[in-house]
């Protein structure tokens, strides 16, 4: 037996982790000092996930338990660790489950269009040839190609954000006094701009950006 939670977290070269749902959950156990350990896995080691039946990440495994999905793994951490209160209402599920759909079919799509083109960057030779293949082949176009929809897309980012801005001027969290589910869900969004690229994402949202500067110093994350 096993008995600590494993992570399967996407990796480029030198190690940089740059996966929104993995920063999401790592920062939900970071923040509630579980203990866990990542496995790092590139794009073409699918080999190492075989054991799941699928292909993405985050997975978590804890003994014979696989959890694949950001979403199931924070409901399972919710049913483990009772204590966490992760989800303490039906009102938390609803509002989280909104932001997690808001932020996987809304928010890191535009974001994607604006740093998608730093992406190859972070990438191994081989990683970086799948993930210009796989993208290329999911946009319709050549990756480059983004560039020219930049500041469009940009603008697009700030009227998407601006719901948050407004929420964090009156309060520290988006969850409230302390950081909670709602919290974890937004912040891979930028921790994933912030590992592959230099684009800045906060140019007209200091709100957001000093929550996400008091998320990180609070967890020791750089
Ligand atoms: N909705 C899923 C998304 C998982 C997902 O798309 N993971 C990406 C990394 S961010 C992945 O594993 N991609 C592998 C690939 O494209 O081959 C979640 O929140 O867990």
Not at 39 to 50: A, D, G
Request: glycine share 2%; charged share 25%.
């Amino acid at each position: 037996m096993n008995n600590k939670i494993l992570i399967y977290d996407l990796c480029g070269r030198d190690d940089i982790r740059f996966s929104p749902p993995c920063w999401n959950i790592k920062l939900c156990l970071i923040h509630n000092k579980i203990d866990f350990e990542t496995i790092p896995i590139k794009f073409t080691e699918k080999s190492k996930i075989l054991f799941s039946s699928q292909k993405l990440v985050p997975i978590l495994k804890y003994n014979e338990e696989v959890i694949c999905d950001s979403w199931d793994i924070f409901c399972w951490l919710n049913e483990k660790f009772k204590e966490l209160k992760l989800i303490f209402s039906d009102q938390t599920k609803i509002f989280s489950k909104y932001l997690y759909f808001y932020t996987s079919k809304h928010l890191l799509p535009l974001i994607f269009q604006i740093i998608g083109n730093d992406i190859p960057k972070i990438l191994d030779e081989e990683d970086k040839k799948y993930f210009l293949y796989s993208r290329e082949k999911r946009l319709g176009k050549p990756l480059e190609s983004l560039l020219q929809n930049k500041s469009e897309a940009k603008n697009k980012l700030f009227n998407s954000l601006l719901i948050f801005e407004k929420i964090l001027k009156d309060n520290k969290f988006i969850n409230g006094i302390e950081p909670g589910l709602p919290d974890f869900i937004f912040f891979g969004n930028f921790m994933w701009a912030e590992k592959c690229s230099s684009e800045n994402l906060f140019e007209n949202t200091p709100n957001i950006n000093n929550w996400y500067s008091e998320l990180k110093a609070m967890n020791d994350l750089n």
